[in-house]
Protein backbone atom coordinates (compact mmCIF):
# COMPACT_ATOMS: atom_id res chain seq x y z
CA UNK A 1 0.00 0.00 0.00
CA UNK A 2 1.38 3.43 -0.63
CA UNK A 3 0.99 6.53 1.65
CA UNK A 4 1.10 9.88 0.83
CA UNK A 5 0.55 13.10 2.80
CA UNK A 6 -1.16 16.41 2.14
CA UNK A 7 -2.38 18.90 4.04
CA UNK A 8 -5.33 20.94 3.04
CA UNK A 9 -6.42 24.51 4.75
CA UNK A 10 -9.18 26.11 5.77
CA UNK A 11 -10.09 29.89 4.96
CA UNK A 12 -12.20 32.68 3.01
CA UNK A 13 -10.43 33.15 0.10
CA UNK A 14 -11.38 34.22 -3.60
CA UNK A 15 -11.55 31.07 -5.83
CA UNK A 16 -11.59 31.53 -9.87
CA UNK A 17 -11.08 27.69 -11.10
CA UNK A 18 -11.33 24.13 -10.12
CA UNK A 19 -8.49 22.37 -7.95
CA UNK A 20 -5.98 21.04 -9.28
CA UNK A 21 -4.69 17.04 -7.85
CA UNK A 22 -3.07 17.14 -4.82
CA UNK A 23 -0.74 14.18 -5.16
CA UNK A 24 1.44 12.18 -7.92
CA UNK A 25 2.59 8.98 -8.26
CA UNK A 26 1.97 6.30 -5.83
CA UNK A 27 4.29 6.44 -2.39
CA UNK A 28 4.85 10.86 -3.05
CA UNK A 29 4.98 12.34 0.18
CA UNK A 30 4.05 15.64 -0.34
CA UNK A 31 3.60 18.83 2.32
CA UNK A 32 0.92 21.86 1.65
CA UNK A 33 1.49 24.99 3.34
CA UNK A 34 -0.61 27.93 2.03
CA UNK A 35 -1.60 31.54 3.59
CA UNK A 36 -5.16 31.87 3.31
CA UNK A 37 -6.98 35.00 4.01
CA UNK A 38 -10.90 36.76 3.37
CA UNK A 39 -10.54 38.18 -0.18
CA UNK A 40 -13.75 39.48 -1.90
CA UNK A 41 -14.79 38.64 -5.55
CA UNK A 42 -17.73 38.40 -7.80
CA UNK A 43 -19.86 35.64 -9.42
CA UNK A 44 -23.91 36.12 -10.27
CA UNK A 45 -22.99 40.00 -10.15
CA UNK A 46 -22.51 39.47 -6.13
CA UNK A 47 -19.78 40.14 -4.47
CA UNK A 48 -18.18 37.71 -1.37
CA UNK A 49 -15.91 35.61 0.48
CA UNK A 50 -16.92 31.67 1.13
CA UNK A 51 -14.88 29.19 2.62
CA UNK A 52 -12.83 26.81 0.58
CA UNK A 53 -10.04 24.79 0.30
CA UNK A 54 -6.75 25.75 -0.91
CA UNK A 55 -8.42 28.27 -2.60
CA UNK A 56 -10.22 26.42 -5.10
CA UNK A 57 -14.14 25.96 -5.77
CA UNK A 58 -14.63 23.07 -6.26
CA UNK A 59 -11.72 22.40 -3.96
CA UNK A 60 -8.55 19.82 -4.73
CA UNK A 61 -8.56 16.70 -6.49
CA UNK A 62 -6.93 13.76 -4.28
CA UNK A 63 -6.04 11.05 -6.59
CA UNK A 64 -4.77 7.50 -5.12
CA UNK A 65 -4.61 3.81 -6.10
CA UNK A 66 -6.92 1.12 -4.88
CA UNK A 67 -5.67 0.28 -1.32
CA UNK A 68 -3.74 3.35 -0.68
CA UNK A 69 -3.88 5.37 2.81
CA UNK A 70 -3.52 9.21 2.49
CA UNK A 71 -2.87 11.45 5.67
CA UNK A 72 -4.82 14.91 4.96
CA UNK A 73 -3.95 17.06 7.71
CA UNK A 74 -6.94 19.71 7.86
CA UNK A 75 -5.55 23.50 9.19
CA UNK A 76 -9.11 25.40 10.01
CA UNK A 77 -8.12 29.48 9.70
CA UNK A 78 -11.82 30.09 8.67
CA UNK A 79 -14.34 31.29 11.43
CA UNK A 80 -16.09 28.58 12.51
CA UNK A 81 -15.30 24.68 13.20
CA UNK A 82 -15.58 22.45 10.17
CA UNK A 83 -14.81 18.89 9.94
CA UNK A 84 -14.38 16.92 6.41
CA UNK A 85 -16.14 13.64 5.69
CA UNK A 86 -14.37 11.00 2.80
CA UNK A 87 -17.83 10.45 1.09
CA UNK A 88 -18.11 6.43 0.03
CA UNK A 89 -14.67 5.48 1.63
CA UNK A 90 -15.05 2.79 3.66
CA UNK A 91 -12.52 3.58 6.52
CA UNK A 92 -12.32 -0.08 7.87
CA UNK A 93 -12.06 -0.51 11.48
CA UNK A 94 -11.11 3.59 11.35
CA UNK A 95 -14.49 5.48 12.01
CA UNK A 96 -12.32 8.13 14.02
CA UNK A 97 -11.39 9.56 10.21
CA UNK A 98 -15.00 9.33 9.15
CA UNK A 99 -15.54 13.29 9.90
CA UNK A 100 -19.07 13.83 10.50
CA UNK A 101 -19.59 16.58 13.16
CA UNK A 102 -20.58 15.18 16.53
CA UNK A 103 -20.99 11.44 15.32
CA UNK A 104 -17.42 10.53 15.38
CA UNK A 105 -15.28 13.89 16.29
CA UNK A 106 -16.32 16.69 17.66
CA UNK A 107 -14.94 20.33 15.40
CA UNK A 108 -11.96 21.27 14.05
CA UNK A 109 -11.95 25.16 15.54
CA UNK A 110 -10.71 27.71 14.08
CA UNK A 111 -6.94 28.16 15.05
CA UNK A 112 -6.17 24.51 15.22
CA UNK A 113 -5.28 21.44 12.46
CA UNK A 114 -6.37 17.82 12.79
CA UNK A 115 -4.94 15.00 10.30
CA UNK A 116 -7.28 12.55 8.82
CA UNK A 117 -6.06 9.27 7.99
CA UNK A 118 -8.17 8.25 4.91
CA UNK A 119 -7.78 4.31 4.48
CA UNK A 120 -8.91 2.95 0.93
CA UNK A 121 -9.78 -0.88 0.70
CA UNK A 122 -11.87 -2.17 -2.05
CA UNK A 123 -12.95 1.29 -3.39
CA UNK A 124 -12.17 1.74 -7.50
CA UNK A 125 -13.10 4.35 -9.52
CA UNK A 126 -14.90 8.32 -8.10
CA UNK A 127 -15.71 9.36 -4.54
CA UNK A 128 -15.69 13.00 -3.48
CA UNK A 129 -14.73 14.23 0.49
CA UNK A 130 -16.73 17.49 1.62
CA UNK A 131 -17.20 19.13 4.81
CA UNK A 132 -19.96 17.33 6.98
CA UNK A 133 -20.33 20.72 9.70
CA UNK A 134 -23.82 22.18 9.09
CA UNK A 135 -23.92 23.79 5.62
CA UNK A 136 -20.56 24.32 4.92
CA UNK A 137 -20.02 21.68 2.24
CA UNK A 138 -22.04 23.98 -0.02
CA UNK A 139 -18.55 25.35 -0.69
CA UNK A 140 -15.95 22.67 1.11
CA UNK A 141 -16.27 19.37 -1.31
CA UNK A 142 -13.90 17.95 -3.94
CA UNK A 143 -13.20 15.21 -5.87
CA UNK A 144 -11.61 11.78 -5.08
CA UNK A 145 -9.98 9.94 -8.09
CA UNK A 146 -9.17 6.44 -6.96
CA UNK A 147 -7.23 4.28 -9.83
CA UNK A 148 -6.60 0.92 -10.20
CA UNK A 149 -3.84 -0.73 -8.33
CA UNK A 150 -0.63 -0.53 -10.74
CA UNK A 151 -0.94 -3.77 -11.61
CA UNK A 152 -4.91 -4.02 -13.03
CA UNK A 153 -6.65 -1.53 -15.33
CA UNK A 154 -10.02 -0.59 -15.77
CA UNK A 155 -12.77 -3.22 -17.17
CA UNK A 156 -13.33 -1.27 -20.49
CA UNK A 157 -10.91 0.51 -23.12
CA UNK A 158 -8.35 2.77 -21.24
CA UNK A 159 -9.98 6.66 -21.97
CA UNK A 160 -7.70 9.22 -23.86
CA UNK A 161 -8.30 11.20 -20.82
CA UNK A 162 -10.45 11.83 -18.35
CA UNK A 163 -12.37 14.78 -16.68
CA UNK A 164 -13.92 15.38 -13.48
CA UNK A 165 -17.28 17.37 -13.67
CA UNK A 166 -18.70 18.41 -9.98
CA UNK A 167 -22.15 19.62 -9.98
CA UNK A 168 -22.48 22.33 -7.39
CA UNK A 169 -24.55 25.62 -6.65
CA UNK A 170 -23.57 29.23 -5.37
CA UNK A 171 -25.61 31.05 -2.93
CA UNK A 172 -25.35 34.95 -2.99
CA UNK A 173 -26.09 34.61 1.19
CA UNK A 174 -24.37 32.98 3.63
CA UNK A 175 -25.15 29.65 3.41
CA UNK A 176 -24.43 29.22 7.27
CA UNK A 177 -26.83 32.21 7.89
CA UNK A 178 -29.00 30.72 6.08
CA UNK A 179 -29.82 27.39 7.59
CA UNK A 180 -29.16 29.29 10.85
CA UNK A 181 -32.34 31.42 10.39
CA UNK A 182 -34.19 28.47 8.77
CA UNK A 183 -33.45 26.80 12.07
CA UNK A 184 -34.95 29.43 14.32
CA UNK A 185 -37.98 30.30 12.66
CA UNK A 186 -39.01 26.87 11.94
CA UNK A 187 -39.36 27.29 8.07
CA UNK A 188 -37.76 26.17 4.52
CA UNK A 189 -34.29 27.64 4.23
CA UNK A 190 -33.57 30.03 0.91
CA UNK A 191 -32.67 27.58 -2.24
CA UNK A 192 -29.74 28.29 -3.83
CA UNK A 193 -29.46 31.33 -6.60
CA UNK A 194 -27.68 29.17 -9.30
CA UNK A 195 -26.53 25.34 -9.94
CA UNK A 196 -22.80 25.36 -10.88
CA UNK A 197 -20.78 23.28 -13.15
CA UNK A 198 -17.00 23.21 -11.62
CA UNK A 199 -17.71 26.16 -9.91
CA UNK A 200 -19.34 28.15 -12.55
CA UNK A 201 -23.17 28.63 -12.98
CA UNK A 202 -22.87 29.02 -17.04
CA UNK A 203 -23.26 31.20 -19.84
CA UNK A 204 -26.97 31.29 -19.40
CA UNK A 205 -26.38 34.03 -16.73
CA UNK A 206 -24.89 37.58 -18.14
CA UNK A 207 -22.04 37.45 -15.29
CA UNK A 208 -21.23 34.15 -16.16
CA UNK A 209 -20.47 34.80 -20.31
CA UNK A 210 -16.52 34.81 -19.64
CA UNK A 211 -16.10 32.26 -16.92
CA UNK A 212 -18.16 29.26 -17.77
CA UNK A 213 -16.34 26.27 -17.55
CA UNK A 214 -15.25 24.90 -21.34
CA UNK A 215 -14.04 20.86 -21.84
CA UNK A 216 -11.95 20.90 -24.87
CA UNK A 217 -11.75 17.21 -26.33
CA UNK A 218 -10.34 15.84 -29.46
CA UNK A 219 -12.28 14.36 -32.17
CA UNK A 220 -12.35 10.06 -32.41
CA UNK A 221 -11.40 9.16 -28.64
CA UNK A 222 -13.23 8.56 -25.81
CA UNK A 223 -12.79 10.62 -22.87
CA UNK A 224 -14.34 9.36 -19.16
CA UNK A 225 -15.90 12.08 -17.06
CA UNK A 226 -15.94 12.20 -13.65
CA UNK A 227 -19.25 13.17 -12.40
CA UNK A 228 -20.30 14.07 -8.99
CA UNK A 229 -23.09 15.52 -7.59
CA UNK A 230 -22.54 18.05 -4.55
CA UNK A 231 -25.67 19.97 -4.52
CA UNK A 232 -26.97 20.44 -1.42
CA UNK A 233 -30.91 20.01 -1.93
CA UNK A 234 -31.72 18.80 -5.17
CA UNK A 235 -31.45 15.64 -7.65
CA UNK A 236 -29.98 16.29 -10.73
CA UNK A 237 -30.30 15.14 -14.50
CA UNK A 238 -27.34 15.77 -16.57
CA UNK A 239 -26.65 15.44 -20.03
CA UNK A 240 -24.39 16.47 -23.41
CA UNK A 241 -25.71 17.83 -26.29
CA UNK A 242 -26.09 15.07 -29.61
CA UNK A 243 -23.54 12.75 -27.56
CA UNK A 244 -24.38 9.73 -25.96
CA UNK A 245 -23.31 8.67 -22.34
CA UNK A 246 -22.15 5.41 -21.33
CA UNK A 247 -22.32 4.92 -17.55
CA UNK A 248 -19.56 2.33 -16.51
CA UNK A 249 -19.17 3.01 -12.82
CA UNK A 250 -20.98 4.69 -10.02
CA UNK A 251 -19.77 5.20 -6.13
CA UNK A 252 -16.53 3.43 -6.62
CA UNK A 253 -17.51 0.88 -8.40
CA UNK A 254 -18.15 -0.38 -11.93
CA UNK A 255 -21.35 -1.56 -13.44
CA UNK A 256 -22.49 -3.04 -16.33
CA UNK A 257 -22.19 -0.15 -19.26
CA UNK A 258 -25.79 1.43 -19.62
CA UNK A 259 -26.04 3.95 -22.52
CA UNK A 260 -27.91 6.86 -22.50
CA UNK A 261 -28.94 10.18 -23.44
CA UNK A 262 -29.46 11.26 -19.74
CA UNK A 263 -28.55 10.42 -16.25
CA UNK A 264 -30.05 11.32 -12.79
CA UNK A 265 -27.78 11.78 -10.31
CA UNK A 266 -28.59 12.60 -6.21
CA UNK A 267 -26.67 14.86 -3.87
CA UNK A 268 -23.81 12.57 -3.00
CA UNK A 269 -24.12 10.20 -5.79
CA UNK A 270 -21.10 9.94 -8.67
CA UNK A 271 -20.97 8.47 -11.61
CA UNK A 272 -18.48 7.74 -14.23
CA UNK A 273 -19.33 8.03 -17.69
CA UNK A 274 -17.28 7.40 -21.29
CA UNK A 275 -18.38 9.54 -23.93
CA UNK A 276 -16.83 9.36 -27.28
CA UNK A 277 -16.56 12.51 -29.18
CA UNK A 278 -17.89 11.76 -33.17
CA UNK A 279 -20.19 14.25 -33.87
CA UNK A 280 -18.88 17.35 -35.92
CA UNK A 281 -16.29 19.86 -34.67
CA UNK A 282 -18.14 22.27 -33.33
CA UNK A 283 -19.32 23.63 -29.41
CA UNK A 284 -22.08 21.29 -27.43
CA UNK A 285 -24.01 22.65 -24.54
CA UNK A 286 -23.30 20.14 -21.26
CA UNK A 287 -26.41 20.68 -19.06
CA UNK A 288 -27.66 19.97 -15.98
CA UNK A 289 -31.19 21.22 -14.45
CA UNK A 290 -32.89 19.61 -11.47
CA UNK A 291 -35.32 16.51 -10.67
CA UNK A 292 -37.63 17.49 -7.56
CA UNK A 293 -40.71 16.32 -7.96
CA UNK A 294 -42.01 17.96 -4.80
CA UNK A 295 -44.36 20.64 -3.35
CA UNK A 296 -41.94 22.33 -1.94
CA UNK A 297 -39.66 25.51 -3.41
CA UNK A 298 -36.42 24.85 -4.98
CA UNK A 299 -34.01 25.49 -7.07
CA UNK A 300 -35.31 25.70 -10.91
CA UNK A 301 -32.39 26.74 -12.75
CA UNK A 302 -29.96 25.28 -15.28
CA UNK A 303 -26.42 25.01 -15.39
CA UNK A 304 -24.02 24.63 -18.57
CA UNK A 305 -20.81 24.27 -19.41
CA UNK A 306 -19.77 23.91 -23.02
CA UNK A 307 -17.55 21.57 -24.54
CA UNK A 308 -15.25 22.28 -27.27
CA UNK A 309 -13.70 19.86 -29.88
CA UNK A 310 -10.21 21.43 -31.10
CA UNK A 311 -9.34 22.11 -34.47
CA UNK A 312 -10.36 24.82 -36.91
CA UNK A 313 -14.15 26.04 -37.87
CA UNK A 314 -16.71 27.68 -37.62
CA UNK A 315 -18.80 28.58 -34.58
CA UNK A 316 -22.41 27.81 -34.79
CA UNK A 317 -24.52 30.44 -33.98
CA UNK A 318 -26.59 28.82 -32.03
CA UNK A 319 -25.10 26.21 -29.29
CA UNK A 320 -26.92 22.78 -29.84
CA UNK A 321 -28.89 21.99 -25.90
CA UNK A 322 -29.21 18.40 -24.74
CA UNK A 323 -32.78 17.38 -24.30
CA UNK A 324 -33.45 16.63 -20.61
CA UNK A 325 -36.25 15.35 -18.62
CA UNK A 326 -38.74 17.93 -17.02
CA UNK A 327 -37.90 18.60 -13.51
CA UNK A 328 -41.19 16.65 -12.33
CA UNK A 329 -40.52 13.41 -14.57
CA UNK A 330 -40.43 10.86 -12.08
CA UNK A 331 -40.25 8.34 -15.04
CA UNK A 332 -37.33 9.34 -16.37
CA UNK A 333 -35.43 9.56 -13.02
CA UNK A 334 -37.12 5.49 -11.54
CA UNK A 335 -36.16 4.19 -15.33
CA UNK A 336 -32.83 5.53 -15.48
CA UNK A 337 -31.76 4.12 -11.62
CA UNK A 338 -33.13 0.69 -12.19
CA UNK A 339 -31.19 0.07 -15.32
CA UNK A 340 -27.87 0.13 -12.90
CA UNK A 341 -26.51 -3.07 -12.40
CA UNK A 342 -22.97 -4.56 -11.00
CA UNK A 343 -20.28 -5.66 -12.83
CA UNK A 344 -20.58 -8.75 -11.45
CA UNK A 345 -17.54 -10.44 -13.30
CA UNK A 346 -14.69 -12.64 -11.73
CA UNK A 347 -12.75 -9.45 -11.41
CA UNK A 348 -15.23 -7.43 -9.66
CA UNK A 349 -17.31 -9.66 -8.01
CA UNK A 350 -20.25 -9.29 -5.58
CA UNK A 351 -20.93 -10.56 -2.55
CA UNK A 352 -25.23 -9.98 -1.27
CA UNK A 353 -26.22 -11.24 1.98
CA UNK A 354 -28.90 -14.19 1.10
CA UNK A 355 -29.71 -15.42 4.73
CA UNK A 356 -30.82 -12.21 6.45
CA UNK A 357 -30.06 -11.99 10.28
CA UNK A 358 -31.01 -8.44 10.74
CA UNK A 359 -34.04 -6.89 9.62
CA UNK A 360 -34.75 -3.13 9.65
CA UNK A 361 -37.96 -1.17 8.36
CA UNK A 362 -37.09 2.39 8.00
CA UNK A 363 -40.12 5.14 7.59
CA UNK A 364 -38.89 8.34 6.00
CA UNK A 365 -40.79 11.11 6.53
CA UNK A 366 -40.53 15.13 6.76
CA UNK A 367 -42.77 16.33 9.68
CA UNK A 368 -44.01 18.74 11.30
CA UNK A 369 -42.70 19.91 15.56
CA UNK A 370 -45.00 21.78 17.52
CA UNK A 371 -44.29 25.65 17.77
CA UNK A 372 -43.07 26.98 21.53
CA UNK A 373 -45.62 28.65 23.33
CA UNK A 374 -45.27 32.70 22.61
CA UNK A 375 -42.93 31.74 19.46
CA UNK A 376 -43.66 32.74 16.13
CA UNK A 377 -42.34 29.87 13.70
CA UNK A 378 -42.44 30.29 10.01
CA UNK A 379 -43.32 26.30 9.44
CA UNK A 380 -46.67 25.03 8.08
CA UNK A 381 -49.35 25.51 10.14
CA UNK A 382 -48.06 27.85 11.66
CA UNK A 383 -45.20 25.03 13.47
CA UNK A 384 -41.77 24.10 12.91
CA UNK A 385 -40.51 21.77 10.00
CA UNK A 386 -38.84 18.93 10.84
CA UNK A 387 -38.03 15.61 9.70
CA UNK A 388 -37.41 11.80 10.87
CA UNK A 389 -36.80 8.09 10.47
CA UNK A 390 -39.23 5.79 12.20
CA UNK A 391 -40.82 8.92 13.65
CA UNK A 392 -37.95 9.93 15.80
CA UNK A 393 -36.37 13.50 14.79
CA UNK A 394 -32.34 13.15 15.00
CA UNK A 395 -30.79 15.41 17.71
CA UNK A 396 -27.18 15.99 17.47
CA UNK A 397 -25.27 15.53 20.76
CA UNK A 398 -22.76 17.85 21.49
CA UNK A 399 -19.85 15.08 22.46
CA UNK A 400 -19.52 12.95 19.71
CA UNK A 401 -21.19 9.24 19.74
CA UNK A 402 -18.12 7.53 18.87
CA UNK A 403 -16.36 8.87 21.74
CA UNK A 404 -19.65 8.50 23.95
CA UNK A 405 -19.68 4.52 22.78
CA UNK A 406 -15.81 3.93 22.85
CA UNK A 407 -15.01 5.31 26.41
CA UNK A 408 -18.61 4.21 27.68
CA UNK A 409 -19.88 7.05 28.26
CA UNK A 410 -23.55 7.21 29.23
CA UNK A 411 -26.27 10.21 28.60
CA UNK A 412 -25.18 11.21 25.25
CA UNK A 413 -26.98 8.60 22.86
CA UNK A 414 -29.28 5.93 23.62
CA UNK A 415 -29.61 2.52 21.54
CA UNK A 416 -32.78 1.59 20.98
CA UNK A 417 -33.69 3.10 17.41
CA UNK A 418 -36.62 1.24 16.46
CA UNK A 419 -36.60 -1.71 13.53
CA UNK A 420 -39.84 -1.04 13.02
CA UNK A 421 -41.84 2.29 12.72
CA UNK A 422 -44.27 2.76 16.14
CA UNK A 423 -47.14 3.01 13.85
CA UNK A 424 -48.23 0.91 10.49
CA UNK A 425 -50.43 2.93 7.81
CA UNK A 426 -50.67 3.84 4.27
CA UNK A 427 -47.65 5.48 4.39
CA UNK A 428 -47.89 6.70 0.60
CA UNK A 429 -51.69 7.28 1.04
CA UNK A 430 -53.94 9.06 3.74
CA UNK A 431 -51.60 9.21 6.57
CA UNK A 432 -52.97 10.32 10.28
CA UNK A 433 -51.87 12.65 12.90
CA UNK A 434 -50.09 10.30 15.10
CA UNK A 435 -47.39 10.32 12.24
CA UNK A 436 -47.22 13.94 11.84
CA UNK A 437 -45.53 14.65 14.63
CA UNK A 438 -42.33 13.12 15.71
CA UNK A 439 -40.31 12.23 19.23
CA UNK A 440 -36.94 13.78 19.34
CA UNK A 441 -33.83 12.02 20.33
CA UNK A 442 -30.58 10.83 19.94
CA UNK A 443 -31.15 7.30 18.95
CA UNK A 444 -28.52 4.74 17.79
CA UNK A 445 -28.76 1.16 15.98
CA UNK A 446 -26.30 -1.63 18.06
CA UNK A 447 -25.80 -4.40 15.22
CA UNK A 448 -23.66 -7.25 16.31
CA UNK A 449 -20.47 -7.58 14.23
CA UNK A 450 -20.80 -9.81 10.35
CA UNK A 451 -24.61 -9.77 10.71
CA UNK A 452 -26.02 -10.02 7.36
CA UNK A 453 -28.27 -6.61 7.22
CA UNK A 454 -31.39 -5.76 5.03
CA UNK A 455 -33.16 -2.08 5.52
CA UNK A 456 -35.92 -1.56 3.39
CA UNK A 457 -36.60 2.90 3.49
CA UNK A 458 -39.82 3.14 3.13
CA UNK A 459 -40.71 6.87 1.39
CA UNK A 460 -44.19 8.27 3.21
CA UNK A 461 -46.33 11.21 2.20
CA UNK A 462 -46.70 12.46 5.62
CA UNK A 463 -46.23 16.27 5.20
CA UNK A 464 -44.55 16.40 1.48
CA UNK A 465 -43.34 13.24 -0.64
CA UNK A 466 -39.96 13.62 -2.17
CA UNK A 467 -36.79 11.61 -3.14
CA UNK A 468 -34.90 10.33 -0.06
CA UNK A 469 -31.36 10.27 -0.84
CA UNK A 470 -30.15 7.97 1.90
CA UNK A 471 -26.35 7.99 2.66
CA UNK A 472 -24.85 5.30 5.49
CA UNK A 473 -21.40 6.20 6.29
CA UNK A 474 -18.41 2.76 6.41
CA UNK A 475 -20.26 0.88 3.92
CA UNK A 476 -20.89 0.07 0.65
CA UNK A 477 -24.57 -1.55 -0.11
CA UNK A 478 -26.44 -3.57 -2.27
CA UNK A 479 -29.32 -1.85 -3.74
CA UNK A 480 -31.43 -5.04 -4.45
CA UNK A 481 -34.79 -4.07 -5.20
CA UNK A 482 -36.80 -0.71 -4.99
CA UNK A 483 -40.30 0.20 -6.17
CA UNK A 484 -43.64 2.46 -6.15
CA UNK A 485 -46.14 2.64 -3.32
CA UNK A 486 -46.71 0.75 0.09
CA UNK A 487 -43.22 -1.75 0.30
CA UNK A 488 -44.68 -5.62 0.85
CA UNK A 489 -42.82 -7.91 2.31
CA UNK A 490 -44.58 -10.92 0.43
CA UNK A 491 -45.06 -9.75 -3.26
CA UNK A 492 -41.74 -7.52 -3.48
CA UNK A 493 -38.43 -9.83 -2.09
CA UNK A 494 -39.15 -12.18 -4.93
CA UNK A 495 -38.55 -9.71 -7.45
CA UNK A 496 -35.09 -8.76 -5.44
CA UNK A 497 -31.95 -8.87 -8.01
CA UNK A 498 -30.06 -10.92 -5.83
CA UNK A 499 -27.53 -11.55 -8.80
CA UNK A 500 -26.11 -8.19 -9.70
CA UNK A 501 -27.29 -5.44 -7.49
CA UNK A 502 -25.17 -2.08 -8.07
CA UNK A 503 -23.24 -2.02 -5.00
CA UNK A 504 -23.27 2.05 -3.75
CA UNK A 505 -23.43 4.25 -0.85
CA UNK A 506 -26.18 6.46 -1.70
CA UNK A 507 -29.65 5.60 -2.84
CA UNK A 508 -32.85 7.56 -3.87
CA UNK A 509 -36.03 6.51 -2.29
CA UNK A 510 -38.22 7.44 -4.73
CA UNK A 511 -41.07 9.65 -4.04
CA UNK A 512 -43.64 7.88 -2.11
CA UNK A 513 -41.81 4.61 -2.82
CA UNK A 514 -39.38 2.33 -1.28
CA UNK A 515 -35.97 1.43 -1.78
CA UNK A 516 -34.01 -2.05 -0.14
CA UNK A 517 -30.75 -2.20 0.50
CA UNK A 518 -28.05 -5.09 2.29
CA UNK A 519 -24.68 -5.28 3.97
CA UNK A 520 -22.69 -6.96 5.58
CA UNK A 521 -21.92 -5.48 9.27
CA UNK A 522 -17.91 -6.48 9.22
CA UNK A 523 -16.86 -3.24 9.73
CA UNK A 524 -16.81 -2.09 13.36
CA UNK A 525 -17.21 1.37 14.43
CA UNK A 526 -20.11 4.38 14.75
CA UNK A 527 -21.68 5.08 11.65
CA UNK A 528 -24.17 7.99 10.61
CA UNK A 529 -26.97 7.24 8.27
CA UNK A 530 -28.69 10.37 6.64
CA UNK A 531 -30.66 11.88 4.10
CA UNK A 532 -28.21 13.71 1.91
CA UNK A 533 -30.90 16.53 1.58
CA UNK A 534 -28.99 18.60 3.64
CA UNK A 535 -32.27 20.44 4.56
CA UNK A 536 -33.60 16.87 5.40
CA UNK A 537 -30.52 16.04 7.52
CA UNK A 538 -30.65 19.75 8.74
CA UNK A 539 -34.54 18.99 10.46
CA UNK A 540 -33.30 15.25 11.96
CA UNK A 541 -33.81 12.58 8.96
CA UNK A 542 -30.76 10.88 10.74
CA UNK A 543 -29.55 8.00 12.76
CA UNK A 544 -26.56 6.05 13.93
CA UNK A 545 -25.73 2.23 12.90
CA UNK A 546 -23.38 0.98 15.64
CA UNK A 547 -21.42 -1.96 14.29
CA UNK A 548 -20.09 -3.92 17.73
CA UNK A 549 -16.58 -5.34 17.55
CA UNK A 550 -16.19 -8.81 16.60
CA UNK A 551 -14.26 -11.37 18.13
CA UNK A 552 -10.57 -10.25 17.44
CA UNK A 553 -8.12 -7.65 17.49
CA UNK A 554 -8.45 -7.62 13.84
CA UNK A 555 -12.14 -7.41 13.60
CA UNK A 556 -12.48 -4.31 16.30
CA UNK A 557 -12.63 -0.48 16.07
CA UNK A 558 -8.84 0.58 16.05
CA UNK A 559 -7.78 2.35 19.32
CA UNK A 560 -8.17 6.18 18.88
CA UNK A 561 -5.84 8.56 17.38
CA UNK A 562 -2.97 10.67 19.66
CA UNK A 563 -5.33 13.93 19.30
CA UNK A 564 -8.76 14.32 18.43
CA UNK A 565 -10.60 17.64 18.39
CA UNK A 566 -11.87 18.67 21.62
CA UNK A 567 -16.03 18.78 22.18
CA UNK A 568 -15.70 21.67 23.42
CA UNK A 569 -13.28 25.25 22.95
CA UNK A 570 -10.45 25.14 25.37
Request: aromatic share 12%; charged share 15%; hydrophobic share 35%.
Amino acid sequence: MGLKWMSLILGFLAIQSLGGLLCMARGDVLHYDFVLKETNFTRLCSTKSILTVNGSFPGPTIQVNRGDTVFVNVHNQGLYGVTIHWHGVRQPRNPWSDGPENITQCPIQPGTNFTYEVIFSTEEGTLWWHAHSDWSRATVHGAIIILPTPATTYPFPKPYAQETIVLGEWYKGDVMAIIDDALATGGDPNVSDAFTINGQPGDLYNCSNGTTYHLAVEYGNTYLLRIINAVMNEEQFFGIAQHNLTVVGTDGAYIKPITTNYIMITPGQTMDVLVTMNQSRSLYYIASTPYAESTVQFDRTTTTAILQYNGNYTPPSSIPFPTLPSYNDTDAAGNFTTRLRALASKEHPVNVPKNITTRIFIAVSVNELICPINTSCSGPHGNRLSASLNNISFETPSIAVLQAYYNGLNGVFASDFPSVPPYIFNFTGDVGNNTLYPSQGTKAKLIKYDEAVEIVFQGTNVLAAENHPMHLHGFSFYLVGNGSGNFNNVTDPPNYNLIDPPEVNTIGVRKNGWATIRFFADNPGVWFMHCHLERHASWGMDTVLIVRNGPTNATSIRPPPAYMPPCSKA
